[in-house]
């Protein structure tokens, strides 16, 4: 459980959407450190003209004292990234260029951080994470980076997220001086291609549009953004999400919440008396669907075809990434549905 002083001076929104997150499966070391990523993003150098909406966003959802130097607000509990930091570059693939930085009374010198495996996290993988076909290499990465990371801030009981912000705020405005162009760079690869489920939260908070989330049912998150307007097809698909919502239960199991979605598209074509928009009216660009009616109705064929498009698959039943695993499973037997309507006609 979140502890009293893991909220403190957090507004409501914001330790509403803290709590949503935690009770979806997010540990208690990872919502510390998705609040010290904000901080690496809030805390990068950038022009006046971008920079001053980010701050004025993050302000309202994470308000920190600005009038105490941030180095002496977080002395007890910063203790410098650069380990994680460069562990998550490596296992991205990421290309940085830094600048040699002289070291004082010293010939040689040093860069702002090392690109290379200190087996701080076991997951990820070398070289492409960010061209990956599939969304999951995204989960697999930032799940135990954020671990690794909320780890150094989340062991000390009476450290809050806000001061995990500041850590992380901290850590970018020192890169920024040793080394500007890595440290832009470095946010670039950090938070440019979030997992679904971190994306959503993680644009709540710094755009300042956490009441809109906060509003919104976990599968309705997990669901946002997935590609299916324009407007009217939309609207049926919100429909359908509609009954997702009301019908299958937050606790299903993956078979069991194939089954219950599957059974509300049939409902729900039913109640619309098949009057539903074909697939073409979208933009869900989405080859060799599931037949409906035939491949459509097996689980195993369906969870196949996720694994084999999204990468998840039934064992992504922990965290965030199970509402994943669940949205894609839900546009699979949707778009199959729709798709059916092309051969109707």
Known sequence: MLTEHDLEGLPAASAAAANMMHAMGMSRAQLHGFFTLIGFYAGTRRPEEDYMPIIQAVSQTIPTNRDVPIDEQVEDFYEGYELPIGEFMFKWGADVTFEKISLENSDQTAQLYQIRNFDLFSEGKRAGVKQADHLAAFD????????????????????????????????????????????????????????????????????NKLEEINTLQPLQIAMMGMGVGPNAYM?????????????????????????????????????????????????????????????????????????????????STEGLAYWDYKACVAQTIYASLTESKERQH
Not at 147 to 166: K, M, Y
Request: one cysteine or more; a negative charge; aromatic letters at 16%.
């Open 140 to 207: 697999e990465l930032y799940f135990p980076f954020l671990e690794a990371v909320g780890q150094q801030t989340a062991r000390f009981p009476e450290c809050s997220l806000r001061q995990s912000f500041q850590c992380g705020v901290l850590q970018m405005q020192i890169f920024g001086h040793l080394d500007v162009l890595a440290a832009t760079q470095t946010n670039f690869y950090l938070t440019d291609t979030l997992p679904p489920m971190i994306g959503h939260f993680f644009r709540g908070f710094t755009q």
């Open 235 to 315: 609207e049926q698909y919100l429909g359908y999400q509609h009954q997702l919502i009301e019908y299958c239960t937050d606790d299903l199991a993956p078979e069991a919440f194939f089954d219950c979605a599957l059974a509300q598209a049939k409902n729900y074509n039913d109640s619309v008396k098949g009057d539903l928009l074909p697939l073409s009216r979208s933009n869900v660009k989405l080859l060799d669907i599931p037949i409906w009616n035939e491949a459509c109705d097996s689980f195993f064929l369906v969870n196949g075809y996720v694994k084999q498009i999204w990468g998840f698959d039934a064992s």
